[in-house]
C-alpha cells in the first residue's frame, strides 16, 4: 500500500541524546514535512523539503536537523539542544511542491519522551 | 491564509448523516478549504478539499457556499470510527507551506 511509514511510534530519549525519527514515503512526493504537536495544540511546523537536497526552517527548528538524501525519506534529528523535546512528531508529504493545491498527507506520528 | 471558525463539539447518532460547518468570511479567490480529521495518538487524515463547487469522495461530501464564505463537510452515514476532531483549514497555493490546524471539531458519534 502507499502512504507514509514513521518509525519507531514511541521513543525514549535520556538527557543530552541526540535522536533520530524516520519517515519514508512511497507516494513518489516531492515535498516532505515535518511538525510536532503538543498535547491540546495544533500543529507546529519545524521543517520541510520541497525536493531533494534542499530543506527549509519552519516556525520552530531550533534544536532540530534533517537531511533529504533522498526523495522517500526525510528523517529528523533531535538534538540536545532541544530542551522541551516531549511531543507527538508527525511527518507528512504532498504531491506537488507546495505551488499547487494538493493536500498534505500524514504518518501516524512518533511519540518521543524523555527519560 | 484565513481563518476558520468552528464548534467546539458535536454530537450524532450513529448512522445519521454528521454535517459539521466551518466559517471562513475572510477566504480569499485563490484559496482552497480543505478538512481533516484526527482520531486520538494518530496522524491527521485528509478527507476532501475544494475551492469553490461542491465535492464528493468515498469519505465525505463538501458544500461550500455561493459567496465562499462558509462550507459544511457531510459524513452520509456516520459509525463510530468517525468519532474524532475535525479541522476545516483554509489555504491558498503558493506562499505558506504549512497547514494551521484550529482546534477543530469533536465529533462524537452515538451507538
Known amino acids: 500500500d502507499g502512504g507514509i511509514t514513521q518509525s519507531p511510534k514511541y521513543l525514549f530519549r535520556k538527557e543530552g541524546q541526540n535522536v533520530t525519527l524516520s519517515c519514508e514515503q512511497n507516494l513518489n512526493h516531492d515535498a516532505m514535512y515535518w511538525y510536532r504537536q503538543d498535547p491540546g495544540q495544533g500543529l507546529r511546523l519545524i521543517y520541510y523539503s520541497q525536493i531533494v537536497n534542499d530543506f527549509q526552517k519552519g516556525d520552530i527548528a531550533e534544536g532540530y536537523s534533517v537531511s533529504r538524501e533522498k526523495k522517500e525519506s526525510f528523517p529528523l534529528t533531535v538534538t540536545s539542544a532541544q530542551k522541551n523535546p516531549t511531543a507527538f512528531y508527525l511527518c507528512?508529504?504532498?504531491?506537488?511542491?507546495?505551488?499547487?493545491?494538493?493536500?498534505?498527507?500524514f504518518g501516524d506520528g512518533t511519540r518521543l519522551s524523555i527519560l | 491564509d484565513a481563518k476558520t471558525t468552528q464548534p467546539t463539539s458535536m454530537d450524532c447518532a450513529e448512522g445519521r448523516a454528521a454535517n459539521l460547518p466551518c466559517n471562513h468570511s475572510t477566504i480569499s479567490g485563490n484559496e482552497y478549504v480543505y478538512w481533516y480529521r484526527q482520531i486520538h495518538s494518530q496522524g491527521p487524515q485528509y478527507i476532501i478539499h475544494g475551492l469553490k463547487n461542491n465535492e464528493t469522495n468515498e469519505m465525505a461530501s463538501l458544500i461550500i457556499t455561493e459567496d465562499r464564505k462558509s462550507s459544511t463537510l457531510i459524513l452520509p452515514h456516520a459509525t463510530l470510527r468517525d468519532t474524532a476532531v475535525y479541522y476545516c483549514?483554509?489555504?491558498?497555493?503558493?506562499?505558506?507551506?504549512?497547514?494551521?490546524f484550529g482546534q477543530g471539531t469533536r465529533l462524537t458519534i452515538n451507538p
Open positions: 483549514i483554509v489555504r491558498g497555493i503558493q506562499g505558506a507551506q504549512k497547514l494551521v
Open positions: 507528512a508529504s504532498r504531491g506537488d511542491r507546495g505551488y499547487g493545491n494538493q493536500p498534505q498527507h
